[in-house]
């Protein structure tokens, strides 16, 4: 990736930045030669960007030619917005009362540099603005008001503006914002692709354990990716891959989903992309989609707080009662009574308008169908814990117990249960999915499909070994390959 950065007048520039091209505004504005460039970032230090302005040009223009401006031109329009700045200093909010909890004046100036200050004490901070606005050199002011820290406004800045002690440290943040965190020593031939894998070591429930992402990481090798684990503080480093594959849990209002839809934005090859994490994380989106379909499935339904006295007689006792983001058998209850059930749905409804309610069927095991791009690459029978009607068992001191796993060759399980699998997974999309279904006699039932499933070294990949990894990193490279040649045709 090129990079340039872009300003008003270069022979103002304060700052000696290796492997970095300065450009003027009017130069990058009028010379033809930057719209036929491709694979270019453009760091947008221009004076202003307000409306029509030479700044604003520049970060429009990029985007029209398919370079990456920071900031964007929506970007730009956020800093703007006190409302924004309300918002984000909410969803922050503990992370600015402990970062400023020391200063005992009411009003404070927090420069942002390359998502770094001075202040070491601040840099947690600074990272988690830079990752949502994303412009490089930015200040954010707080004041303080009955007791608490609120984000008055935030806004760009121009090199100029920066504090004339403050250029030294700026320029040597700025050349390890540059270079990156990629290993110094870079390989001879650099790789076909670049890969960010999302993952958490320390998440309760993790959809891959660490030795089954080192076989990720081996597997891209493979295939000529060259794959770095990332964390929820490497968002504004999105820019820098092709793709990125989420290996933590996936919500809705989650940092995974945000990651998600930044990385689409950006124009990376993602899994799971967003519009499978929306679907597949909310289960009343899930009944709704597979009834239409006419996708076999327990007796399934909508529960609110006027239809309880209908769902206990339509369904019938025993009846399970999911929340619609229940994940890892976390937020789903059994009711064996009408009391037990009244119990549960008010205590459900505490944090949601809609719940799902369906039929118990009782089976030794889920069938576990890995779904990608619409064919099965793998099966396992996960069988119930024990004394327990569920796969996991959480318990009330936060122990956990899981049932076993058993893999299985794709082409011993029963075909019904293979094509029901396959048929409810394409109607999310062409990414990994997995169907957990249970088998009644010969019929196949769909309980739900996972967006993100559970591919832990040891368990799902026994049978296949290396060779389920391989596939997965192989539709990678057939995705990014289709993305190259379309890049190619336009």
Same mark, same amino acid.
């Given at each position: 990736?090129?990079?340039?950065?872009?300003?008003?007048?270069?022979?103002?520039?304060?700052? &000696?930045?290796?492997?970095? !091209?300065?450009?003027?505004?009017?130069?990058?504005?009028? &010379?033809?030669?930057?719209?036929?460039?491709?694979?270019?970032?453009?760091?947008?230090?221009?004076?202003?960007?307000?409306?029509?302005?030479?700044?604003?040009?520049?970060?429009?223009?990029?985007?029209? /030619?398919?370079? /990456?401006?920071?900031?964007?031109?929506?970007?730009?329009?956020?800093?703007?917005?006190?409302?924004?700045?309300?918002?984000?200093?909410?969803?922050?909010?503990?992370?600015?009362?402990?970062?400023?909890?020391?200063?005992?004046?009411?009003?404070?100036?927090?420069?942002?540099?390359?998502?770094?200050?001075?202040?070491?004490?601040?840099?947690?901070?600074?990272?988690?603005?830079?990752?949502?606005?994303?412009?490089?050199?930015?200040?954010?002011?707080?004041?303080?008001? @009955?007791? =608490?820290?609120? =984000?008055? @406004?935030?806004?760009?800045?121009?090199?100029?503006?920066?504090?004339?002690?403050? /250029?030294?440290?700026?320029?040597?943040?700025?050349?390890?914002?540059?270079?990156?965190?990629?290993?110094?020593?870079?390989?001879?031939?650099?790789?076909?692709?670049?890969?960010?894998?999302?993952?958490?070591?320390?998440?309760?429930?993790?959809?891959?354990?660490?030795?089954?992402?080192?076989?990720?990481? /081996?597997?891209?090798?493979?295939?000529?990716?060259?794959?770095?684990?990332?964390?929820?503080?490497?968002?504004?480093?999105?820019?820098?891959?092709?793709?990125?594959?989420?290996?933590?849990?996936?919500?809705?209002?989650?940092?995974t989903f945000r990651f998600s839809s930044?990385?689409?934005?950006?124009?990376?090859?993602? =899994?799971?992309?967003?519009?499978?994490?929306?679907?597949?994380?909310?289960?009343?989106?899930?009944?709704?989609?597979?009834?239409?379909?006419?996708i076999l499935g327990p007796k399934t339904m909508i529960?609110?707080?006027?239809?309880?006295?209908?769902?206990?007689?339509?369904?019938?006792?025993?009846?399970?009662?999911?929340?619609? &983001?229940?994940?890892?058998?976390?937020?789903?209850?059994?009711?064996?009574?009408?009391?037990?059930?009244?119990?549960?749905?008010?205590?459900?409804?505490?944090?949601?308008?809609?719940?799902?309610?369906?039929?118990?069927?009782?089976?030794?095991? &889920?069938?576990?169908?890995?779904?990608?791009?619409?064919?099965?690459?793998?099966?396992?029978?996960?069988?119930?814990?024990?004394?327990?009607?569920?796969?996991?068992?959480?318990?009330? @001191?936060?122990?956990?117990?899981?049932?076993?796993?058993?893999?299985?060759?794709?082409?011993?399980?029963?075909?019904?249960?293979?094509?029901?699998?396959?048929?409810?997974?394409?109607?999310?999309?062409?990414?990994?999915?997995?169907?957990?279904?249970?088998?009644?006699?010969?019929?196949?039932?769909?309980? !739900?499909?996972?967006?993100?499933?559970?591919?832990?070294?040891?368990?799902?990949?026994?049978?296949?070994?290396?060779?389920?990894? @391989?596939?997965?990193?192989?539709?990678?490279?057939?995705?990014?390959?289709?993305?190259?040649?379309?890049?190619?045709?336009?």
């Amino acid at each position: 990736m090129r990079n340039l950065i872009v300003v008003n007048h270069p022979e103002r520039w304060p700052f &000696d930045i290796p492997g970095v !091209e300065l450009v003027a505004a009017r130069t990058y504005l009028t &010379d033809p030669s930057f719209t036929t460039q491709r694979g270019v970032r453009v760091y947008n230090l221009c004076r202003s960007y307000r409306y029509q302005t030479v700044g604003y040009y520049v970060s429009l223009l990029a985007e029209a /030619r398919g370079h /990456r401006p920071l900031p964007s031109v929506a970007t730009t329009q956020d800093l703007k917005s006190q409302v924004v700045a309300r918002i984000l200093s909410e969803d922050l909010a503990d992370l600015v009362q402990s970062a400023l909890h020391p200063i005992k004046a009411d009003r404070f100036v927090l420069s942002i540099y390359f998502a770094r200050n001075t202040a070491k004490a601040y840099d947690r901070l600074c990272q988690q603005l830079y990752n949502q606005f994303q412009a490089p050199l930015m200040r954010a002011t707080f004041v303080r008001r @009955d007791g =608490m820290w609120e =984000m008055k @406004d935030i806004s760009a800045i121009s090199a100029e503006d920066v504090l004339e002690d403050h /250029r030294e440290f700026v320029a040597e943040v700025a050349k390890r914002f540059f270079a990156g965190r990629r290993p110094v020593r870079k390989p001879k031939v650099p790789p076909r692709y670049y890969l960010a894998i999302l993952y958490d070591p320390g998440e309760a429930h993790k959809p891959s354990n660490e030795k089954a992402i080192q076989k990720f990481v /081996r597997a891209a090798e493979r295939c000529d990716i060259q794959a770095e684990i990332i964390s929820r503080d490497d968002y504004s480093r999105l820019a820098e891959f092709d793709a990125l594959f989420i290996r933590q849990t996936t919500a809705v209002n989650h940092f995974t989903f945000r990651f998600s839809s930044r990385a689409q934005a950006e124009g990376l090859v993602v =899994m799971d992309d967003p519009e499978s994490i929306l679907r597949c994380t909310n289960k009343v989106y899930l009944a709704e989609l597979l009834d239409r379909h006419e996708i076999l499935g327990p007796k399934t339904m909508i529960v609110h707080r006027d239809n309880l006295d209908e769902v206990c007689e339509q369904v019938g006792f025993p009846i399970i009662l999911k929340q619609p &983001d229940s994940a890892f058998s976390q937020g789903v209850k059994k009711a064996k009574t009408r009391a037990e059930f009244n119990e549960v749905s008010t205590a459900l409804f505490k944090d949601t308008e809609l719940l799902i309610a369906q039929e118990f069927i009782q089976t030794d095991f &889920d069938w576990r169908i890995g779904v990608l791009d619409r064919k099965p690459i793998y099966a396992a029978k996960y069988f119930m814990a024990r004394k327990h009607w569920q796969v996991i068992a959480n318990a009330k @001191d936060g122990e956990v117990d899981y049932g076993k796993v058993e893999a299985v060759p794709v082409e011993l399980v029963p075909p019904a249960v293979v094509r029901a699998a396959v048929k409810a997974a394409s109607l999310i999309g062409d990414g990994l999915y997995g169907v957990d279904v249970k088998q009644v006699g010969r019929l196949p039932y769909v309980i !739900e499909v996972n967006d993100n499933p559970s591919i832990d070294a040891g368990y799902e990949d026994t049978l296949l070994k290396d060779t389920l990894y @391989d596939r997965i990193m192989e539709h990678f490279v057939h995705k990014l390959d289709r993305r190259r040649e379309r890049r190619i045709e336009e």
